[in-house]
């Protein structure tokens, strides 16, 4: 519910998202639940255009730290 509320507030927060390149190699569940996880992530970032998606290659050390 609080997320609702962020998101469609006049001045709506924005999401971020960085993903490490390993997610797109890491098998969980067989090849159609990795295609059903990876559509559903873009499907999000479509819908709502206040959200980044960044991919952190695995050659990159992380320059903001963890988190």
């Known amino acids: 519910m ?3 509320i ?3 507030r006049p001045d ?3 999401l ?3 993903i490490d390149e390993g997610v797109l190699h890491r098998r969980v569940g067989d ?3 990795m295609r059903d996880q ?3 992530v873009i499907r999000i970032h479509k819908q ?3 959200t ?3 991919f952190e290659p695995w050659y990159r050390t992380p320059e903001r730290g963890p988190f």
């Open 52 to 54: 980044a998606l960044e």
């Open 16 to 18: 971020v998202a960085v």
């Open 12 to 14: 709506p927060c924005q």
């Open 2 to 4: 609080t997320q609702e």
């Open 38 to 40: 990876f559509v559903g």
């Open 48 to 50: 709502r255009p206040l």
């Open 6 to 8: 962020l998101c469609r």
């Open 31 to 33: 090849a159609e639940v």
